[in-house]
T-cell receptor
């Protein structure tokens, strides 16, 4: 069974602070995706990483895929209240169509 | 462009009742999946399909059936509802290449009393 462990589960910070969310597994994934979900809506894709060691940037968000393709991190620089939401990592590609999610990180950024 | 459409948005069932959650996508995606979301547990995969006529079990398939007779539709059937199936259900679709990730519907909030 493939498992993805996300940490921390909850994060409450002040506007302007930096933060990192981790996503770890004992399994190797062909790809790792990060989603953001707002209350009452479905998750929305932020990024997909597919190559070990890959780093992708999306404005103030930096995503990294571990060299062994078993872990990933999401770093947010100078967080803003608009970053508040549930962040989910998801691993896939090993079995076509099967995408497994971590438990999620609930981020609250206070003004 | 509607994307992934789920109906109904809300449903209350009595224990033992059966029902079907509908999911349709208009993006010609090969892959479709059903997830349930419970507090603190992220999204758990119930069933998934890689194409019409092909389905497979996910992490938590017990109590649910699916079929995929067309590319567009992927209904989820609850055979005999139980309070443990109270949850928010999401349908999602993706191209076989994975480009663009999964597109999710807006969810169905199900309560079983």
């Amino acid at each position: 069974t493939q498992l993805l462990e996300q940490s921390p589960q909850f994060l409450s910070i002040q506007e302007g602070e930096n933060l990192t969310v981790y996503c770890n597994s004992s399994s190797v994934f062909s790809s790792l995706q990060w989603y953001r979900q707002e209350p009452g809506e479905g998750p929305v894709l932020l990024v997909t990483v597919v190559t070990g060691g890959e780093v992708k940037k999306l404005k103030r968000l930096t995503f990294q895929f571990g060299d062994a393709r078993k872990d990933s991190s999401l770093h947010i620089t100078a967080a803003q209240p608009g970053d508040t939401g549930l962040y989910l990592c998801a691993g896939g590609g090993n079995q076509g169509g099967k995408l497994i999610f971590g438990q999620g990180t609930e981020l609250s950024v206070k003004p | 462009n509607a994307g992934v459409t789920q109906t109904p948005k809300f449903q209350v069932l009595k224990t033992g009742q059966s029902m079907t959650l509908q999911c349709a996508q208009d993006m010609n995606h090969e892959y479709m999946s059903w997830y349930r979301q419970d507090p603190g547990m992220g999204l758990r995969l119930i069933h998934y399909s890689v194409g019409a006529g092909i389905t497979d079990q996910g992490e938590v398939p017990n109590g649910y059936n699916v079929s995929r007779s067309t590319t567009e539709d992927f209904p989820l059937r609850l055979l005999s509802a139980a309070p443990s199936q109270t949850s928010v259900y999401f349908c999602a679709s993706s191209s076989a290449t994975g480009a663009g990730g999964y597109t999710f519907g807006s969810g169905t909030r199900l309560t079983v009393v």
